[in-house]
Every structure is written in structure tokens, then in C-alpha cells.
């Protein structure tokens, strides 16, 4: 059976570091922490969890800090998550079962990340990230933010997936002035465009990401995913400011079959101009994309289920026909049956039978 190093970059993470670290006991033959200067108990959590500390100022450079760590792995395959993520009972389960099978040969693993839990523990993002890698193929990464491995070799998907449980809110700035430091430096990749227009998306700068979606689309050079995304966030940025976005998500039309998140805009879009028959053809394409893990986008789960159904709800009903409205509302009640508007539409179609 191969062993299996988790290698860790962290700073002032000691309210969260042993939950993650413990969620691995079993499965994880190594653990090394690197400390990019913690002033807390960083240093001591980790030790106490049976980790090996080592230690190295902020480079301000993420792929430079993973690779650091990597170094220190002695396993056969190096493996790392975040100080806040966690392997669920189940996800372990599935990975100590492929690491019995030898992973099946892989070079690089990848993972689904779910992030984002509702109150249910759901998860409202999922995508998937290169999580462990054969260490004599001595992969690096690449990106001094949103960094990456460029695998190659036997590539395997496995189902286990990664739960991000953020504890606390972190520095919502942090990523943006390493891409404005990059950006100082040198020509940014597509790539790095594409996550500059994300970070100031994120923080509400809606110009200064639309201006960022606009250079990183008109690259040749961009992943269609990507470009499908940039199209979406830009009719979104373009929204906030008042101005039309139609043009952005017809564009994401030529990104190949269309999303169901670019579905689900397309359909607020037409609902929102009074056109709820053009709408719900949206919303019920929407309903027929497969929601893939394995793909490497990001993919906003209500979209897979249940927002078109509450929309397709509510197209129906502007149309007259309340009964087909009423079984959209109770297939989105599988999705979410605690859901404030799903049980509003439910006490209103009760009403309508009196």
C-alpha cells in the first residue's frame, strides 16, 4: 500500500488546524505543517496532532509556500488541504479504499471541493481541485494565488470529496493585492485575468471586474469554462451597473452547451422582461444539465435542481397555469423542503384549493 504525505501551509490557524488534521487520522501516513509566521498556537496544535512542524517567512507567493511544503514530503504520494478543510467520515472511508487499490495507479488524483454549506451542510459551490500526486513525478505548482498543478500522466476522479468549514471570515482583500502585485510585475496569464475579474467581482468592484473579464475573454489562450464563467459574471457586473447584459450571456452561448448556471441567468433575464414562456424553456434546459464534479468548474449547486424548479414554479403561474406551477414547487421541495419560498408557494397553493 502507498503512504501518503499531507503537506500543509497554515498561519494563525489554531482554532481550526486539529479538526482538520484529525479528520485525516488513518489515512494520512505523514503530516507537515509549514508556518508562514502564526503568532498564535499554530505551532503547538500542529505538534500535538503528531505533526512535523517546519517553518519559512510569507513569501507572498502561494505556489512558492506549496512547494516549500511539498519538499518536506517523504511519502509516496503528497497530498494537502487547507487549515479549515476536512475529510467527512464517508470521504475518508472512499480514500483509504483507493489507497488500499494503490490509488489504481494514478499520477495525480483529483477531488471534489464542496464549499459554501447551507445550513444543512450542503454545499452551495462545488468544484474540483488536484489534491494528491505521485511524488517521484515531482509535479510543482504554479501561481503566486489561485495556484496549480499541471498534471500529466494517469490522471483518476475520485468521488471522495474535500468540505471546506470556514470558522471565521479571513481577509477578503488578500488574494486581490497579490494579483495587483503580480499585475506590477509582469503581463498577467489568462488564467490570472480570469481570477482578477473573480476577486473584484467578489468585492462588489464591479467596473474594475468587468474591465478584467472583458481583457482575459478577448485572449486566445482562455479555458472555455472559464470563458463561459467570465461571460456569466460579466452580464452580473454589467447588471449592477445599469447597463444592458444580454449581449454577455448570449456570448457564454458560444462556450459550447450551455451551462445551467448561464441557463438559470437566461431565464431570470426573459422572466424579468415579462416573458415567462421564454423563461421557463431556460429553466427547464437548466433541469437537463448534468452537475459534474469532475470537470474543474465551478458549479453553483441550486442550479442543478432546485432554483429552476422554484422559478419554473413561478413561470407557470404567471402563465396561468397554476397545477404545473404547483409540481414544479413540490420537486423543488425534494431539494429543499425547509425552504422558506418553497413552503410560502406550498400555503399558497393551499389556498388556491379552498
Not at 471570515?169 to 493585492?177: A, H, S, T, Y
Request: charged letters at 30%; one cysteine or more; aromatic letters at 12%.
Amino acid at each position: 500500500m502507498p503512504t501518503v504525505s499531507l503537506c500543509m501551509i497554515v498561519k494563525n490557524e489554531e482554532d481550526v488546524l486539529a479538526r482538520c488534521l484529525e479528520s485525516v487520522r488513518g489515512f494520512a501516513d505523514e503530516v507537515v505543517v509549514l508556518d508562514t509566521g502564526s503568532t498564535d498556537g499554530t505551532r503547538e496544535a500542529a505538534r500535538a496532532c503528531g505533526a512535523r512542524v517546519e517553518e519559512m517567512p510569507w513569501p507572498g507567493d502561494f505556489a512558492a509556500a506549496r512547494n516549500r511544503s511539498f519538499s518536506y514530503g517523504t511519502g509516496d504520494y503528497l497530498f494537502w488541504l487547507d487549515a479549515d478543510d476536512v475529510l467527512l467520515p464517508e470521504a475518508r472511508a472512499v480514500l483509504l479504499a483507493w489507497k488500499a487499490a494503490g490509488f489504481y495507479g494514478a499520477d495525480a488524483v483529483f477531488l471534489p471541493y464542496h464549499t459554501g454549506l447551507d445550513a444543512n451542510g450542503a454545499p452551495a459551490l462545488v468544484y474540483c481541485r488536484e489534491r494528491l500526486f505521485r511524488r517521484e513525478k515531482g509535479f510543482f505548482w504554479e501561481g503566486a494565488v489561485h495556484e496549480a498543478v499541471a498534471v500529466s500522466g494517469v490522471i483518476r476522479h475520485c468521488p471522495a470529496a474535500v468540505t471546506h468549514q470556514k470558522a471565521r471570515p479571513g481577509d477578503p482583500e488578500r488574494n486581490l493585492r497579490i494579483l495587483e502585485r503580480v499585475a506590477g510585475q509582469r503581463p498577467l496569464s489568462a488564467r490570472e485575468l480570469y481570477y482578477y475579474g473573480r476577486e473584484l467581482y467578489a468585492l462588489g468592484r464591479f467596473p474594475q471586474a468587468a474591465r478584467r473579464f472583458r481583457q482575459f475573454l478577448r485572449r486566445p489562450d482562455g479555458w472555455e469554462e472559464n470563458r463561459a464563467d467570465a461571460c456569466r459574471l460579466l452580464a452580473l457586473c454589467e447588471e449592477q451597473r445599469g447597463r444592458p447584459r444580454l449581449r454577455w450571456l448570449l456570448e457564454g452561448l458560444r462556450c459550447g452547451a450551455p451551462r445551467a448556471e448561464l441557463c438559470c441567468e437566461l431565464g431570470r433575464f426573459f422572466l424579468e422582461e415579462g416573458r415567462p414562456k421564454d423563461a421557463a424553456f431556460w429553466y427547464a434546459l437548466a433541469l437537463t444539465r448534468e452537475l459534474r464534479e469532475d470537470d474543474g468548474a465551478f458549479h453553483l449547486r441550486d442550479c442543478y435542481g432546485f432554483l429552476p424548479c422554484i422559478q419554473l414554479c413561478v413561470c407557470y403561474d404567471r402563465m396561468g397555469d397554476w397545477r404545473t406551477a404547483e409540481r414544479y414547487n413540490e420537486m423543488a421541495g425534494h431539494w429543499k423542503p425547509e425552504d422558506p419560498a418553497y413552503l410560502y408557494n406550498k400555503e399558497y397553493f393551499l389556498r388556491k384549493k379552498q
